[in-house]
């Protein structure tokens, strides 16, 4: 899903065009694009050059620096729980200008759906030995036919 989305900074004057963000929001990550419209020369041009914006992309407990082609991009796995749930719950975009005048987006009712329905990454396990012939049994393995008496370790089953 993504949406462009005309905002206005405090600062911004009526005759100069105002910042635009596009969020593209899917399961992996958000990113959010700031760039100005430049004005047009060309009357019947479709499109008229544009410029990235620099500031601090700012969702919830969440920041990034803005690139410098005016892209930021938040990857949810790459977040500590805490941000995270954080991030489930926002309602805002913001996006800081270098002025410090801020550029907010308000977050429509599907993506705001899209970031509620994030769950944490499954916990990797990593295992330090993998028993193929016997069983795991905490840190090490043992045969299929002995009770395992220790707490759960880093030895993993082959199968």
Same mark, same amino acid.
């Given at each position: ?13 009526? *005759? ?5 963000? !596009? ?7 958000? &990113?959010?694009?700031a ?9 019947? /041009?479709?499109? +008229?050059?544009? *410029? ?9 407990? !969440?920041?990034? $620096?803005?690139?410098?082609? %005016?892209?930021? !991009?938040?990857?949810? $796995?790459?977040?500590? /729980? !805490? ?10 975009? @913001? ?15 599907? *993506? $705001? ?10 916990? &990797?396990?990593? +295992?330090c030995? &993998?028993?193929? &012939?016997?069983?795991?049994c ?5 045969? $299929?036919?002995?009770?395992?008496? @220790?707490p759960? %370790? +880093?030895? +993993?089953?082959?199968?």
């Open positions: 899903m993504h949406r462009a989305v005309r905002a206005l900074g405090h600062a911004a004057l009526a *005759e100069a065009p105002g910042p635009d963000l !596009t969020l593209h929001l899917d399961a992996d990550a958000l &990113t959010v694009d760039h100005r419209t430049l004005p047009c020369d060309d009357p019947t /041009a479709r499109t +008229c050059p544009r *410029e990235p914006l620099a500031g601090i992309l700012v969702v919830a407990e !969440t920041t990034r $620096r803005l690139d410098d082609h %005016g892209t930021a !991009t938040i990857r949810y $796995r790459d977040l500590p /729980a !805490t941000e995270l749930a954080a991030l489930r719950d926002a309602v805002v975009v @913001q996006v800081t200008l270098p002025s410090g005048d801020p550029v907010l987006h308000r977050l429509t009712e599907p *993506e $705001r759906r899209t970031l509620a329905a994030l769950r944490p990454p499954a916990p &990797t396990r990593s +295992c030995k &993998t028993c193929s &012939t016997g069983k795991a905490g840190n090490s393995c043992i045969s $299929r036919a002995y009770q395992c008496h @220790q759960p %370790g +880093c030895a +993993c089953d082959a199968d």
